[in-house]
């Protein structure tokens, strides 16, 4: 079964320091993964995906992720964060060939001035 | 382009009571995916639409239902509220089923059951 770990619960950050929220992943075939955040009181909004290609994926607001065939993670990475980047981060993983997402738990990031 | 649309944004019921959630996909979108987030379970997939077809079920009671329209517009209802069915329940559409295709979220409808 398709499955997602985000192993931190809070990654703190100071504004102007590059950023990582890890993600590991376990996958039978080809794994589709996705990045979402949730800012208080909102939806979900879609940062970045990886299908194939590329290893390292750019999305929205700066956010870009490495894909790591071997050590099967999916890490979000920013040069520089934000005071407004704090948010709730989800790793997911689409489940075979429908429309399901496996979510992980979430990290919820703070980045402070 | 109009985002995701989900009616009502919030809702308070009483147990035993029934809810119908309504959700609007994005213009062109006839994929719509319908998701339960609670503090302890986190995002759970509840079912997939896509012209007006359920093709996929996640592990929820039959109080859980739901059906899309032929504009793509999608409704779910639960039947029988219980006080653990209060959630943020959220929408999510793509284009189409396939692979390569992100799914993009709704504000979502608060669910208070008492």
């Known amino acids: 079964a398709q499955s997602v770990a985000q192993p931190e619960d809070q990654v703190n950050v100071a504004e102007g320091n590059p950023l990582t929220v890890k993600c590991t992943y376990s996958?039978?075939?080809?794994?589709?993964l996705f990045w979402y955040v949730q800012y208080p009181n909102r939806g979900l909004q879609f940062l970045l995906k990886?299908?194939?290609?590329?290893?390292l994926v750019k999305g929205s607001y700066g956010f870009e992720a490495e894909f790591n065939k071997s050590q099967t993670s999916f890490h979000l990475k920013k040069p520089s964060a934000l005071v407004s980047d704090s948010a709730l981060y989800f790793c997911?993983?689409?489940?075979?060939?429908?429309?399901?997402?496996?979510f992980g738990a979430g990290t919820r990031l703070a980045v402070h001035p | 382009k109009a985002g995701v649309t989900q009616t009502p944004r919030y809702l308070i019921k009483t147990r035993g009571q029934q809810v119908t959630l309504s959700c609007s996909p994005i213009?062109?979108?006839?994929?719509v995916s319908w998701y339960q987030q609670t503090p302890g379970q986190g995002l759970q997939f509840l079912f997939e639409y896509f012209s007006e077809t359920q093709r996929n079920k996640g592990n929820f009671p039959g109080r859980f239902s739901g059906r899309q329209f032929s504009n793509s517009r999608s409704e779910m209802n639960v039947s029988t509220l219980e006080l653990g069915d209060s959630a943020l329940y959220l929408c999510?559409?793509?284009?189409?089923?396939?692979?390569?295709?992100?799914?993009?979220f709704g504000p979502g409808t608060r669910l208070t059951v008492t």
């Open positions: 996958v039978s075939g080809n794994p589709y």
């Open positions: 213009s062109g979108h006839r994929s």
């Open positions: 999510a559409s793509s284009l189409s089923p396939g692979n390569s295709y992100e799914q993009y």
């Open positions: 997911a993983v689409r489940d075979g060939s429908y429309n399901k997402l496996i």
């Open positions: 990886y299908i194939t290609g590329d290893n």
